[in-house]
């Protein structure tokens, strides 16, 4: 399958010819469906906590000893989907038609006052012409302007102050001062970039670095962090052969975000709070972002606490077939299906329930924010059935759920939430230590997707997604979370939505 130059390119990589042919087989063999046994819903499965509740919960948070805390902020990629519709128009424009009234180009034209990237100086006065159309979207997606097309999301400003304009990534340091300072005084930050856009980011942290910190009284400890190419995973063409490229050497592609479990597996801290790069809002939302972030781990905390002091009864007991360790386990029994929906197959004795309990209770923490359905994009929460025959609560992408299957489409028809991509994460075990994550993951959980290369057909491999089957293994918790506290940035128009504007 593979030559001595191919096995060269792929040593270089970081990877091997056995990892390169597993993919190749996955192609052919495929991923197997995910067993839904139904969506995730207040009735079971998410938390809706009453207000006392979420006082409880933030009051934890401020109290619980924890072993380092820290933001990973997902931020690679350039933000050329934010420009997708901006590039079409300026096609157009510079086909010499116009843009319809209402289009993409029209409405950033006719608003660009209203954007925090607009100045005087480089946009002019505006006015309603196809030139002024043109000028604006040239100057937004072009290197002559402020080459937004090719740069990444986190480095373009978002938001406008009376003394100052903000990027998104400084406003994921004005969050993270909020919720996630540690006892010493500092802010930790691991902030997932490719490596073309290290500059800019640099930067970026430059412009604001020494201004936040006597602003907010905090100190930054900002670690910039790529994904491996180890990870990326070959191409196939569409009768699944290696896809070789016009010189004959073989394509890889990135994985998706899935590869940052590798990332995340190298944080050393005990709590670690994940949100995308592009979900900011202004700063006078804040106060309900950073509250519900504090509930979130709050909520995480509550668990991990309760969760060790069940690992601690376990080891005390040295009898397994004790009357006080048959108690033990069925407590642990009904912890389990309460509060995380995890309901385990039955054992043949007391040994070995004790020990499948155990292996249930020590593993990472997730509890992850879920929002009711508002048609936005993002995956949903479901009950689902584990190799082990165990249940579980999981985070799927529509992408996973078998359009043929009618059970399937009915427990997506009646999901009443999505996932915005806002967890905290508990990744030490009772006993101090780091777990090692890629030890959770669900490897039958990724999936294939078309895509193309220079016009020629493919398919490419996603691995399990970070917040999907990277955290398969986990023991997971969903709390409802208002929608004010989700404010992505798909598009660049998402930007004239009233939580991005002053």
């Known amino acids: 399958m593979f030559n001595q130059e191919?096995?060269?390119?792929?040593?270089?990589?970081?990877?091997?010819?056995?990892?390169?042919?597993?993919?190749?087989?996955?192609?052919?063999?495929?991923?197997?469906?995910?067993?839904?046994?139904?969506?995730?819903?207040?009735?079971?499965?998410?938390?809706?906590?009453?207000?006392?509740?979420?006082?409880?919960?933030?009051?934890?948070?401020?109290?619980?000893?924890?072993?380092?805390?820290?933001?990973?902020?997902?931020?690679?990629?350039?933000?050329?989907?934010?420009?997708?519709?901006?590039?079409?128009?300026?096609?157009?424009?510079?086909?010499?038609?116009?843009?319809?009234?209402?289009?993409?180009?029209?409405?950033?034209?006719?608003?660009?006052?209203?954007?925090?990237?607009?100045?005087?100086?480089?946009?002019?006065?505006?006015?309603?012409?196809?030139?002024?159309?043109?000028?604006?979207?040239?100057?937004?997606?072009?290197?002559?302007?402020?080459?937004?097309?090719?740069?990444?999301?986190?480095?373009?400003?978002?938001?406008?102050?009376?003394?100052?304009?903000?990027?998104?990534?400084?406003?994921?340091?004005?969050?993270?001062?909020?919720?996630?300072?540690?006892?010493?005084?500092?802010?930790?930050?691991?902030?997932?970039?490719?490596?073309?856009?290290?500059?800019?980011?640099?930067?970026?942290?430059?412009?604001?670095?020494?201004?936040?910190?006597?602003?907010?009284?905090?100190?930054?400890?900002?670690?910039?962090?790529?994904?491996?190419?180890?990870?990326?995973?070959?191409?196939?063409?569409?009768?699944?052969?290696?896809?070789?490229?016009?010189?004959?050497?073989?394509?890889?592609?990135?994985?998706?975000?899935?590869?940052?479990?590798?990332?995340?597996?190298?944080?050393?801290?005990?709590?670690?709070?994940?949100?995308?790069?592009?979900n900011v809002a202004n700063e006078r939302l804040l106060p309900v972002t950073a509250k519900y972030k504090k509930v979130l781990m709050g909520r995480a905390l509550i668990l991990r606490d309760r969760i060790f002091s069940y690992l601690r009864a376990l080891d005390a007991e040295t009898d397994p077939g004790s009357a006080s360790c048959h108690r033990l386990c069925d407590e642990i029994e009904a912890f389990l299906d309460r509060e995380l929906c995890t309901q385990v197959p039955l054992t043949s004795g007391n040994a070995e329930r004790a020990a499948l309990l155990r292996s249930k209770l020590d593993r990472p923490i997730r509890v992850c924010g879920m929002v009711r359905n508002q048609g936005e994009p993002g995956g949903g929460p479901f009950l689902t059935v584990l190799k082990d025959g165990s249940t579980s609560l999981q985070i799927l992408e529509s992408v996973q759920i078998n359009k043929e299957d009618s059970g399937a489409m009915d427990s997506l028809s009646r999901a009443t939430h999505f996932n915005p991509v806002d967890l905290v994460c508990c990744l030490r075990n009772y006993k101090g230590e780091k777990f090692d994550l890629l030890k959770y993951v669900d490897e039958d959980a990724g999936f294939i997707s078309s895509k193309s290369w220079q016009g020629r057909e493919l398919k490419a491999l996603e691995l399990p997604g970070l917040w999907n089957g990277s955290m398969s293994d986990w023991n997971t918790k969903f709390v409802e979370v208002p929608v004010e506290t989700f404010n992505p940035v798909k598009v660049v128009l998402d930007l004239l939505r009233p939580a991005h504007q002053g």
């Open 6 to 278: 191919d096995t060269k390119m792929i040593t270089a990589r970081g990877s091997s010819v056995k990892t390169v042919e597993g993919q190749v087989d996955r192609f052919r063999k495929g991923f197997p469906w995910i067993r839904i046994i139904g969506p995730a819903t207040p009735e079971r499965g998410i938390e809706v906590l009453t207000p006392k509740e979420e006082d409880e919960a933030v009051a934890y948070c401020s109290k619980a000893e924890i072993a380092g805390k820290c933001k990973f902020v997902p931020a690679s990629g350039a933000a050329s989907r934010m420009f997708k519709d901006i590039f079409a128009g300026l096609a157009e424009l510079e086909a010499g038609k116009d843009v319809a009234p209402g289009s993409p180009v029209d409405r950033l034209a006719s608003s660009i006052g209203k954007f925090a990237f607009y100045t005087p100086e480089l946009f002019g006065t505006p006015e309603d012409s196809p030139e002024y159309r043109k000028k604006v979207a040239s100057l937004v997606l072009g290197n002559g302007g402020l080459g937004y097309g090719s740069k990444p999301k986190g480095v373009i400003l978002f938001h406008r102050y009376p003394s100052e304009v903000r990027t998104a990534f400084a406003e994921h340091l004005v969050e993270a001062q909020e919720y996630m300072k540690n006892s010493d005084g500092t802010c930790n930050l691991v902030v997932t970039i490719s490596p073309e856009h290290t500059e800019l980011f640099k930067a970026a942290l430059c412009d604001v670095k020494d201004k936040f910190e006597e602003r907010y009284g905090v100190r930054y400890d900002i670690s910039f962090t790529y994904q491996s190419k180890a990870t990326d995973t070959v191409a196939v063409d569409m009768k699944d052969r290696p896809f070789r490229k016009d010189d004959g050497t073989l394509l890889f592609r990135p994985a998706g975000h899935g590869a940052l479990i590798y990332n995340l597996n190298e944080v050393k801290d005990e709590v670690v709070s994940i949100k995308n790069i592009d």
